[in-house]
């Protein structure tokens, strides 16, 4: 990290406002309005770093977004479905899969978390591991007894035992089970276990030489690369900023 420049907008009160797909539909009042009518030369809008937050390295890596800025619950659950992929032997390719499939859930948006999650990653890994990663999503929703994977009793609990997946949902699944790399994505699957109450998170640093042969780190950090999803990237660096 680097701490050793002032903090952008000294002296200022700096106000956040919540992203409005993590508001709306909540009840929570807008707080928009009433931000806007205390602007003054000692209330400005957060842009740039947020001392709440760790500060990223200013050429970011996929090891630095793990430590910084994924949430705790994210990190232990993809660190640990990729070191059981890693210990039973699975292609590397499925291990790095595993260890993103669920990376838009650590900072950015939840919903379509596997959709919002490929396309992240999609310049900088193979095809088909961001392939694994988006119809991993549509995946979870249907068992597939034949390979050892049955619908998840977590999702009985999530969203209640007469939940059905909407049709984008069940049409993607479809797609997904006649494509030449439906088991690369079912695999994700079998190691997306929820609730590892029992097993800590691992270091993402043990994952470093599979990241190394198969994620393309930009040399000027994810978030500047000018890639077509760095964007992203950078919203998850400066996940207050006001515009």
Known sequence: MCDDHIWPQAGRERMIVPAPVGRIGTGAPDPEPEMLARMDADH??????????????????????????FNDIAVRHLTVSAKRALDQGMEEKVVLACLLHDISNGCFVRADHGYWGAQMIAPYVSE??????????????????ANGYAYPEAYDRFFGPDYQPPE??????????????YMTSRLVTLYDIYFFDDEPAFDPEIFTDIIGRHFRQPEEGLGFDASPTAHMWRTMIWPNNFL
Do not use: C, S
């Open 128 to 145: 088909e591991i961001a392939w694994a990663v988006q119809y991993h999503q549509p995946l979870r929703y249907f068992a597939d007894e």
């Open 44 to 69: 400005v809008f957060m842009m740039g770093d947020n001392p709440a937050l760790p500060r990223m390295p200013e050429r970011p890596t996929l090891i630095d977004f793990f430590r910084y800025r």
């Open 168 to 181: 984008y949902i069940r049409r993607d699944a479809e797609y997904a089970r006649n494509h030449k790399w």
